[in-house]
């Protein structure tokens, strides 16, 4: 075994056990933390968004941040051995879309809801939550990707056709379009946690789709 092999698997390792944090905080604070938000006493709100929530934020934005690294490490080691294809390419571009709207735009907007920051609380709170909401829509079908490009035996998309195929790019539109409405639009069926999680299963399917059948 070589040293390069030894730091891919490291790197692959690292990528699994900061992508756990990440996406378990991103389930977290989406299934969990909301609910709980809303029903919680002033006192136990207030506490809650003084000591519970900047600790999980913390955990959050550097999970994402160390995933994103080595995720980069583990894409140039793939794009060395020509070993790419569409479903990583489309779930990679997902999971960047992910980290980008944790570090500038949840981030950024929950500060000003915990106070951390002077602004629109109200309004911030809108954004922050509209981004995590797309991100956890996103979270299902970047999951499905980056494990089918290896392991979806049989995938036409995966092994018969190369990266920057139409279907791609297809892929690609569908993930901006829904991206910019993270940023600029509307929650629609992401408001509820059954909605968002369901969001999630059917954009999936629709990824499946546009990979393999065009």
């Excluded at 056990?17 to 938000?37: A, D, M, R, S, V």
């Excluded at 934020?57 to 690294?69: I, K």
Aim: hydrophobic fraction near 55%; glycine fraction near 14%.
């Amino acid at each position: 075994m070589e040293i390069i092999d030894i730091f891919n698997m490291m790197a692959r390792w690292g990528h699994l056990l900061f992508g756990i944090t990440w996406i378990g905080l991103l389930y977290y604070f989406n299934f969990i933390q909301g609910g709980y938000f809303k029903a919680a006493t002033p006192e136990g709100l207030a506490d809650a968004k003084e000591k519970l929530a900047p600790a999980a934020l913390w955990w959050f934005r550097w999970g994402a941040m160390f995933t994103f690294l080595t995720g980069l490490i583990l894409l140039w080691g793939l794009h060395s051995g020509g070993a790419l294809n569409p479903y990583i390419v489309t779930g990679a571009t997902l999971g960047t879309l992910m980290f980008l709207n944790v570090w500038l735009i949840i981030w950024p907007n929950q500060q000003i809801v915990l106070g951390m920051a002077e602004g629109d609380g109200p309004a911030a709170g809108g954004k922050a939550l509209l981004a995590s909401r797309t991100n956890t829509l996103f979270s299902g079908p970047m999951a499905f990707c980056m494990l089918a490009g290896p392991h979806f035996v049989g995938s036409m998309s995966g092994y018969g056709h190369p990266a920057g195929s139409g279907a791609m790019w297809v892929a690609l539109v569908i993930a901006v379009v829904l991206e910019l409405n993270g940023i600029m639009g509307k929650q629609g069926p992401m408001t509820t946690v059954r909605g968002v999680i369901v969001s999630s299963l059917v954009l999936t399917a629709v990824f499946i789709g546009v990979l393999e059948f065009i």
